[in-house]
């Protein structure tokens, strides 16, 4: 009995002291951007630096391994930019 009720307070310990930091924020934010989205703003700009095109929506941004490639769906449709400068702003 008493090993259960160490373990468990053990473990309610170190839900509240991760609760209070920032990679715990971090967390919770990357939670709820996979599953719904976060109302953002993502700008494309070409590798000279100009503005191509601004998207404005709820979205939920995917980057492959060698950041080349960004996929995001918004109002139903898959935009997928290769090659370019995403900057992905939270509203």
Same mark, same amino acid.
């Given at each position: 009995?008493? @090993? /259960? +009720?160490?373990?468990?307070? !053990?473990? $309610?310990?170190?839900?509240? $002291?991760? !609760? #209070?930091? *920032?990679?715990?924020?971090?967390? %919770?934010?990357? =939670?709820?951007?996979?599953?719904? #989205? $976060?109302?953002? !703003?993502?700008?494309?700009?070409?590798?000279?630096?100009? &503005?191509? &095109? !601004?998207?404005? #929506? @709820? =979205?939920?941004?995917?980057?492959?391994?060698?950041?080349?490639?960004?996929? =995001?769906? +918004?109002?139903? &449709?898959? %935009?997928? /930019?290769?090659?370019?400068?995403? +900057?992905?702003?939270? *509203?």
């Amino acid at each position: 009995m008493k @090993k /259960i +009720i160490v373990i468990i307070s !053990t473990v $309610l310990t170190i839900l509240i $002291l991760a !609760t #209070g930091c *920032e990679s715990w924020d971090r967390t %919770v934010k990357d =939670f709820k951007s996979s599953n719904s #989205g $976060l109302e953002r !703003t993502a700008t494309v700009y070409d590798q000279n630096g100009n &503005k191509i &095109k !601004t998207y404005k #929506g @709820k =979205f939920d941004v995917e980057v492959n391994d060698y950041g080349n490639k960004v996929k =995001f769906d +918004i109002d139903g &449709k898959r %935009v997928t /930019i290769n090659n370019a400068i995403v +900057i992905t702003e939270e *509203e």
